[in-house]
T-cell receptor, first 114, second 114 residues
Framework: DAKTTQPPSMDCAEGRAANLPCNHS???????VYWYRQIHSQGPQYIIH???NNETNEMASLIITEDRKSSTLILPHATLRDTAVYYC???????????????FGPGTSLSVIP | DADVTQTPRNRITKTGKRIMLECSQT?????MYWYRQDPGLGLRLIYY???????NKGEISDGYSVSRQAQAKFSLSLESAIPNQTALYFC?????????????FGPGTRLLVL
């Protein structure tokens, strides 16, 4: 079972910020929060990840609450090409011989509206 | 991601037939994965491999087998295809030396079992 819960769908106006929430109330201290997205039946694409500090890259920002039980992915200026399913994933950082499964739940279907 | 390719992209087969899906990567990654995706659901892990000839079962390995004879190639076989194996199949790769171990996905193979 996925360790995260996300709303099944959201809408966002083009040009506005898209804020996608994720709850991970059972997260452990050594687990990271990852975000991927999948644009209509293409392979999922990595967006960003974080442990406890907020993170930003060229695609998005990740805000993690102080208790780490939830996070928000922010797309600052959503475009039509950001319409996709967004997956929030919690997993332990990989070790040399260990592997923590990447569990993709149903995700949030984001529709960016003109 | 063009560095991860899958063949065929689409396949129609009949119940009971043996089929093979191929995955190749030019990223030089040591780890490779096979996932399946059913409509409206997230991805589920079938098998994964840490290196050549290393094979590990995922969540739903029954009815599937894999082969990793070379670092760049990871093939998935359905020994006797059945209709409920109709799905979208994704191959992915990752580099165990990379801290966050991002997974890079291929374009997918759409399989229909009649």
């Amino acid at each position: 079972d996925a360790k995260t819960t996300q709303p099944p769908s959201m809408d966002c106006a083009e040009g506005r910020a898209a804020n996608l929430p994720c709850n991970h109330s059972t997260i452990s201290g050594n687990e990271y929060v990852y975000w991927y997205r999948q644009i209509h039946s293409q392979g999922p694409q990595y967006i960003i990840h974080g442990l406890k500090n907020n993170e930003t890259n060229e695609m998005a920002s990740l805000i993690i609450t102080e208790d780490r039980k939830s996070s928000t992915l922010i797309l600052p200026h959503a475009t039509l090409r950001d319409t996709a399913v967004y997956y929030c994933i919690v997993r332990v950082a990989p070790g040399v011989r260990s592997y923590d499964k990447v569990i993709f739940g149903p995700g949030t279907s984001l529709s960016v509206i003109p | 991601d063009a560095d991860v390719t899958q063949t065929p992209r689409n396949r129609i087969t009949k119940t009971g037939k043996r089929i093979m899906l191929e995955c190749s990567q030019t990223k030089g990654h040591d780890r490779m994965y096979w996932y399946r995706q059913d409509p409206g659901l997230g991805l589920r892990l079938i098998y994964y491999s840490f290196d050549v000839k290393d094979i590990n079962k995922g969540e739903i390995s029954d009815g599937y087998s894999v082969s990793r004879q070379a670092q760049a190639k990871f093939s998935l076989s359905l020994e006797s295809a059945i209709p409920n194996q109709t799905a979208l199949y994704f191959c992915a790769t990752s580099d165990s030396k990379e801290l966050q171990e991002t997974q890079y996905f291929g374009p997918g193979t759409r399989l229909l079992v009649l």
